[in-house]
């Protein structure tokens, strides 16, 4: 769906910090049905301000390629972790598997709860709960 990029981006008076960019590939951002999707998903996340969920900084197009900037997380992800744990023949201990589950949980709690200033549910459903997608910093 994306390439994933580490970038830095600064401030007009140099403050600096990494972000990540995802920018849709052109095949799928040439959809406007994929796009439009894309960007209320974007505009949904922005409202989401958790530990547990990296924050949407930025949503827009460059050279007619859609991108969104999110919170670098600096880490590595649970599919990673699961793996060299596997490879060296470690198990992870347990405490810090059920540590792990329960704060993507509370993560994945307070976006579904989530209410607009209304007090309507915002309705966020995360539809890619994985291991790929859990990151452990």
């Known amino acids: 769906m ?3 990029y580490l970038a830095r981006t600064r401030t007009e008076l140099g403050a600096e910090r990494l972000v990540v960019v995802k920018q849709i590939l052109p095949l799928l951002a040439a959809s406007q049905e994929f796009s439009r999707m894309l960007v209320e998903e974007a505009k949904l ?3 989401l301000t958790h530990g547990n ?3 949407v900084i930025d949503l827009g197009r460059e050279d007619d390629v859609l991108y969104i900037a999110m919170e670098y ?3 590595f992800d649970l599919r990673e972790l699961l793996g060299q744990c596997s490879k060296r023949k470690v198990p992870l201990p347990i405490e810090f598997g059920l540590f792990v589950v329960l704060e993507a949980l509370r ?3 307070y976006a579904h709860r989530k209410r607009d200033d209304d007090g309507r549910p915002l ?3 995360h539809r890619d709960v994985s291991p790929s997608n859990v990151l452990v910093s």
Do not use: H, N, Y
Request: net charge neutral.
């Open 2 to 4: 994306a390439r994933i």
């Open 45 to 47: 996340a922005a409202k």
């Open 53 to 55: 969920v990296a924050q």
């Open 73 to 75: 997380v600096e880490g």
């Open 107 to 109: 993560g994945l709690d």
């Open 123 to 125: 309705g966020v459903v």
